[in-house]
Structure formats: structure tokens, C-alpha cells
């Protein structure tokens, strides 16, 4: 599916004064919007609309096609009616249906190749008078877009993921514009579109309540699902979906995200047995909506931290203290010095590896890791003017100490200090923090990858 731009308007004046004025009649341009994204910047040149101008009297244009030439959607000989005082609706819709305006609309099942067949998109005008400036019409999903988004523990790379229990036909009224699922019609598997090998899968849907069904193909032939007892999938909304593929399961956690589609919230529901969000702490994904609409505070894993500026630099306030989609408390995550109940106030502990996720191997920042989008671990010029700015500000949690040796279990460090976790890793593979509390220097100092359990905090892109 091809993107609408913003900066098509630019072309606005220019085709204003480019306008076939033979018989002093303008030509009818389409100039489009940005509302939401998918896969690319804009429309490609030579695709096209089905556009129908609906006047007082009656349709004046059913289902033109239009082209785009870089700039606007034209038809050749589509041009307007000579009353420049009478106002029309203007509908589109994108991809054009030689047949006509689409009343019903069904989703590939297979969409492994790409998910440009099976989306909608459509604009609404009304009031539209005639002239020779181009229409500006504003393009909306009309669907919904899924991202699943894969940690594999499995020993074989995952081949297959398909999202079922959903009925992939819509009925579809364009001059609302809508999309509703087609009463009576039956649930069918979607096999998703691979965007990055093992690790990210995308499907668009029509919107609906349903249990939704996930199942998961490795290559050596095992297949793994499960089923949300209930999710909500709106129309223009974009929803992620972790999955955790061990050697026998996946576990499921949901979020929302806001990247490219509208926002779409919390799926809701939980899983038939693992993996739903519920338990040890607020599990997050590494793209969790930060919510950054409110100033002062961040939200992330459905917690809402207050910030503060210090340093120059926007911190999170307190510790972080969600659980990484898949994570589990004593495997790269441990509860602070003080407990489950001091989480509230101390936040949780993390090994490198957890709290910079897939970033965990950069060799330049900014490492964003398990920070809600833009945000990031701090490096380690930020750790200093963290500290020169308010030696007080940062909170001991104490630190987890692995099992060094064969026969040795882990431990916590004394509560009474704590280090702030800093990023991307050391020339010699090591990562910064930041050394403070009871009996510590406060400085800047490293330890190596992945091994003590240390306190993050998030600091806001700049």
C-alpha cells in the first residue's frame, strides 16, 4: 500500500495556475493529505483513486479513475461544472476497482508477499466548489494493521506467523467513511507479511471484537499457538502484539503503538493461560507508546512516570519498573533490595542485556532498549551532568550480584547504594553507570556485560 505525503501541498499553487481553463471550465485535481502511514513516503506516479462528485441533482462523476502524476490525481477530461457557486461531496478511495466504489472489501489471507492489496483507503469532502485550485482531501486507513512482534528462544528461526479468528470480509460505506466486519461471514487464518526475519510480522485486518488466534511455524516444522480470549481492533488504529517463542509454547503480551497508524490502546482480553500482560509487574514492549502528550510525565508498560529536567536533559523521575514483554523476575530482572513491595518507589533491577534489548550490541548510541519511544538510556556524558546537577535525585535500590562461579548463587548488594545503568557498551565490552549511595564515591564506573542487576532511568531524546 502506497503513502500519502504532506508535502504534496507544496505542488498546490503550482497547480493552481496550471489549470486547463479551455471554455473557461477548470480540470478537477486531487491533491492528497497525510493522515496515516504505512510502508513508504507517498503515492508512486501512475497510481490510482476512484473518485464520485455527488451534486444537489445527482451524481456528477461515478467512479473516475485517477491518476497520479507526482503532484495531484488528474483524469484526463474530468473537469468541473460551469455553476461555481453549488457545493458537492467529493469521495475517494485508494486502490481504484474498475468495477466500482467498493461496498464490500476482503483482506489477502496470504499476505506474506505485502499488504498493499489488502488495504483501504478513503477520503471524504463536502462543500466543495468549483475552481481552479486542487481539492485537498485527507486519506484514512479505513482497516486495521497488527505488528507482531517476535522474541525467539527457540533454537529454529520462526518461518510461518498467521493471525486467525478474525473474519477477513468488510462491508464498506465510503461516504462516512467505514469498514465493519461482514455480519455472518467466517473467521479465516491470515498469514502475515515478514518485515524483519524472526523478529517482526505485520497483517492488516478489518476492525472487530474477536478471539484472536496466533499461531507460530518455526523451521523445523514445530508449530506453537494461542488465543486472546478477546481483543478490539479499530479502524485506522495500529496494534502490537509480542510474542515469546520458547522450544514447546509462546507466551503473548499486548500493547499499543502509535508509529504509523492512528493510536490503538490497550488490545485488551488476556491469553488462555500465559503470557497476558498480568503478573509480575507491568510487562512493556521496546515499543510501548510513551503517551508524551502530558507534559511531565512519560508513560510506558500502562505506568505513568513524572519527569524532570536536570542537567539540560529530560529524566524520568524515578526508577523504571516494568517487565520486558517475555521477561521474567529472576532471569535479567530482579526486584529491588527491598522486595516486591518497594518496586512503587525503587523501581526494578536489570542486567544490560534486558534493559537494552535488541540494542544490546550497539557500538553507538542512542541505545533506546526498553525506553518508551524517544527515550533512551543515558550515556555516559549524561550520567555526569545527572550528577552534577542533583547529587540527591537518583534513588537507592540496591543491586543484584550474579553467580560468579560454578556453586555460587546470586545475591543482593547492599541496599543502601545503587548504580544508575548508562549506554551503548565500552570499546572492551563493558557499559557505564553511575556510582552513588551509603559508603560509595558517587563517579562514573563500569561493569561487564550482562552481569549485575543495576536501576534505569530514561532520558528523553534530544
Not at 32 to 37: D, F, N, Y
Not at 333 to 344: R, S, T
Not at 354 to 374: K, N, Y
Not at 417 to 427: D, I, V
Amino acid at each position: 500500500m502506497k503513502l500519502l505525503s504532506l508535502y504534496l501541498l507544496a505542488g498546490a499553487a503550482l497547480l493552481a495556475g496550471c489549470s486547463d481553463e479551455r471554455e473557461g471550465t477548470p480540470q478537477v485535481r486531487i491533491v492528497p493529505e497525510i493522515e496515516t502511514r504505512v510502508t513508504g513516503m507517498h503515492f508512486d506516479a501512475q497510481d490510482c483513486i476512484g473518485l464520485t462528485i455527488v451534486r444537489s441533482a445527482g451524481v456528477y462523476v461515478e467512479n473516475a479513475r485517477l491518476s497520479y502524476d507526482g503532484s495531484a490525481f488528474t483524469a484526463s477530461g474530468l473537469m468541473w461544472y460551469a455553476d461555481r457557486s453549488e457545493g458537492a461531496t467529493f469521495m475517494a478511495y485508494y486502490p481504484y476497482a474498475a468495477a466500482g466504489a467498493p461496498d464490500r472489501f476482503a483482506v489477502a489471507t496470504d499476505q506474506r508477499q505485502g499488504l498493499e492489496a489488502s488495504d483501504l483507503l478513503a477520503a471524504v469532502k463536502r462543500d466543495v466548489v468549483p475552481g481552479s485550485a486542487p481539492v485537498a482531501m485527507t486519506f484514512r486507513h479505513l482497516l486495521s494493521q497488527l505488528t507482531v512482534v517476535v522474541s525467539n528462544q527457540a533454537s529454529s528461526a520462526v518461518s510461518e506467523v498467521a493471525v486467525g479468528g478474525f473474519v477477513p470480509e468488510a462491508e464498506v460505506d465510503l461516504a462516512v467513511p467505514q469498514a465493519v466486519v461482514r455480519q455472518g461471514a467466517a473467521a479465516q487464518e491470515v498469514l502475515a507479511c515478514e518485515v524483519t526475519p524472526d523478529a517482526r510480522y505485520r497483517a492488516v485486518l478489518v476492525p472487530q471484537r474477536a478471539r484472536l488466534e496466533v499461531r507460530v511455524r518455526t523451521e523445523d516444522g514445530k508449530e506453537r499457538s494461542r488465543t486472546l480470549t478477546e481483543a478490539q481492533l479499530d479502524a485506522g488504529k495500529r496494534y502490537d502484539l509480542s510474542i515469546v517463542v520458547t522450544e514447546e509454547d509462546i507466551a503473548l503480551a499486548l500493547s499499543g503503538e502509535i508509529e504509523d497508524w492512528g493510536e490503538g490502546g490497550q488490545l485488551g482480553g488476556g491469553s488462555d493461560g500465559s503470557g497476558d500482560g498480568s503478573g509480575d509487574g507491568d510487562k512493556t514492549d521496546p515499543d510501548d507508546n510513551p503517551g508524551g502528550d502530558t507534559p511531565g510525565e512519560v508513560q510506558i508498560g500502562g505506568v505513568r512516570y513524572p519527569t524532570v529536567r536536570l542537567g539540560g536533559c529530560e529524566w524520568m523521575a524515578r526508577n523504571l519498573g516494568v517487565l520486558p514483554a517475555g521477561a521474567t523476575i529472576g532471569s535479567g530482572v530482579w526486584y529491588p533490595a527491598g522486595g516486591e513491595a518497594a518496586v512503587a518507589t525503587d523501581g526494578l533491577l536489570y542486567d544490560y542485556a534486558t534493559a537494552a534489548g535488541a540494542d544490546a550490541d550497539a557500538a553507538e548510541g542512542p541505545v533506546r532498549g526498553i525506553c518508551p519511544a524517544g527515550w533512551h538510556l543515558p550515556d555516559a556524558g549524561e550520567l555526569k551532568l545527572l550528577a552534577a546537577a542533583a547529587a540527591d535525585f537518583l534513588t537507592p535500590a540496591g543491586y543484584w550480584i550474579p553467580a560468579l562461579s560454578a556453586g555460587s548463587e546470586g545475591k543482593y548488594g547492599a541496599a543502601q547504594k545503587g548504580y544508575l545503568m548508562g549506554a551503548p557498551l565500552t570499546q572492551e565490552g563493558r557499559y557505564n553507570c553511575w556510582a552513588y549511595g551509603e559508603g560509595i564515591a558517587a563517579a562514573l564506573a563500569t561493569t561487564v556485560k550482562p552481569s549485575y542487576g543495576i536501576s534505569v532511568r530514561c532520558v528523553k531524546d534530544r
